[in-house]
C-alpha cells in the first residue's frame, strides 16, 4: 500500500514537498516514481527513481527533486518554482520495471493528493 500525503494550495513560485509512505511489503528494490494528472487530461510521468539513477520529466527539470529513505519505506518529491501549470493530483506508483515512465509499468499506486498553484 503507498499513502501520499504533502499536497496542497500554494501561489506559484511557491514549493511544496510530497512524501510516499509504503507499507505492507518492503519497496527499496522496487523503481519509485511520481505521476500527476490534472483535469481533462491524461495521467503523465513526472519523476522517478530506481537503483541506476533518477529521471525526470522534462517540464520539472531543474525544479522538482525526487529522494527516497529506504530504511522508512519512504519516497519524496520535492518541489520548487511550481508553477500554476503544475497544479493535478499527484500519485506515487511502485513498479518492478527499472524504469517507471509509462502508466502501463506501474505494478501499485497511491491514492493521490492534490496540488494547486495558484497565480
Known amino acids: 500500500q503507498l499513502q501520499a500525503s504533502g499536497g496542497g494550495l500554494v501561489q506559484a513560485g511557491g514549493s511544496l514537498r510530497l512524501s510516499c509512505a509504503a507499507s505492507?511489503?518492503?519497496?527499496?528494490?522496487?523503481?519509485m516514481g511520481w505521476f500527476r494528472q490534472a483535469p481533462g487530461k491524461e495521467r503523465e510521468f513526472v519523476a522517478n527513481?530506481?537503483?541506476?539513477?533518477?529521471y525526470y520529466a522534462d517540464f520539472v527539470k531543474g525544479r522538482f527533486t525526487i529522494s527516497r529513505d529506504n530504511a522508512k519505506n519512504t519516497v519524496y518529491l520535492q518541489m520548487n518554482s511550481l508553477k500554476p501549470e503544475d497544479t493535478a493530483v499527484y500519485y506515487c506508483?511502485?513498479?518492478?520495471?527499472?524504469?517507471?515512465?509509462?502508466?502501463?509499468?506501474?505494478?501499485?499506486w497511491g491514492q493521490g493528493t492534490q496540488v494547486t498553484v495558484s497565480s
Open positions: 505492507g511489503r518492503t519497496f527499496s528494490s522496487w523503481s
Open positions: 506508483a511502485a513498479g518492478a520495471a527499472r524504469l517507471l515512465m509509462e502508466v502501463r509499468h506501474v505494478d501499485y
Open positions: 527513481i530506481n537503483w541506476s539513477g533518477k
